[in-house]
């Protein structure tokens, strides 16, 4: 039996530098220099660290880590690279982030959405983390990922976001899909199933 490819999946199309949007469409930064960008994010695990320094180097971007100011958190960076500048001039509206008209997911995108900040939420949800001060990028990232049959709901800081949640087992396995098979490095609870 084979099984079919989906349109949105990893294996749709090869790893490009655009999929670094599916950071910027979490908790990711971008900045700019230049003609040249950095992308940068704070995730909660070492296992994280090291599967986002792997794709970094598929998409031949040189990268680093440090801890981060959060106790138990760490900062990962992509060096400025003039590949990336595109991705700056596409998020930034002067100094403040915000996703392009037009802003789209795929399976790539996602799938590094969900290395930096995913985590299931529960035996039938999935929570997708935001950018705290980001509120101008939620609404058109909540769209995109309707668009692709994920209909997420938004958990506000009280409810232990900013994270979009999907819910369901026909959403979630949508989701599974797309990002495809976990990194050997994921624990079971961080990734869709």
Same mark, same amino acid.
């Not at 930034?92 to 995108?109: E, I, Q, Y």
């Given at each position: %039996?084979? +099984? /079919? ?12 530098? $655009? ?9 990711? /930064?971008? =900045?700019? %220099? ?7 994010? =704070? $995730? ?13 180097? /598929? ?7 440090? *801890?981060?100011? $959060? ?14 500048? =595109?991705? #700056?001039? +596409?998020?930034? +509206?002067?100094? =403040?982030?915000?996703? *392009? ?15 930096? #900040?995913?985590?299931?939420? &529960? ?7 935001? &950018? ?9 990232? &909540? ?14 800081? +009280? ?7 999907? $819910? ?9 899909? %797309?990002? #495809? ?10 990734? *869709?199933?």
């Amino acid at each position: %039996m084979t +099984r /079919q490819l989906s349109l949105f999946g990893i294996e749709a199309r090869p790893p490009d530098v $655009v999929d670094l949007e599916g950071l910027l469409a979490g908790a990711g /930064q971008v =900045v700019r %220099m230049g003609g040249t960008a950095r992308v940068s994010t =704070v $995730v909660d695990a070492a296992w994280r660290v090291r599967v986002l320094l792997a794709e970094f180097a /598929q998409r031949d971007l040189n990268a680093t880590w440090e *801890p981060s100011t $959060v106790e138990g958190h760490f900062g990962v960076r992509t060096a400025y690279a003039a590949s990336l500048a =595109v991705l #700056g001039t +596409r998020w930034l +509206r002067g100094a =403040v982030k915000a996703p *392009p008209a037009g802003f789209t997911l795929d399976g790539r995108r996602l799938r590094l959405w969900v290395m930096a #900040g995913g985590l299931r939420d &529960g035996a039938l949800g999935y929570a997708l983390a935001l &950018g705290p001060s980001d509120e101008r990028t939620w609404g058109p990232v &909540g769209a995109a990922l309707a668009s692709l049959g994920l209909a997420p709901a938004l958990l506000g800081p +009280r409810s232990g976001g900013p994270a979009y949640r999907i $819910v369901g087992r026909r959403r979630l396995a949508r989701l599974a899909e %797309m990002v #495809g098979e976990p990194p050997a490095e994921a624990p079971a609870e961080a990734w *869709p199933a």
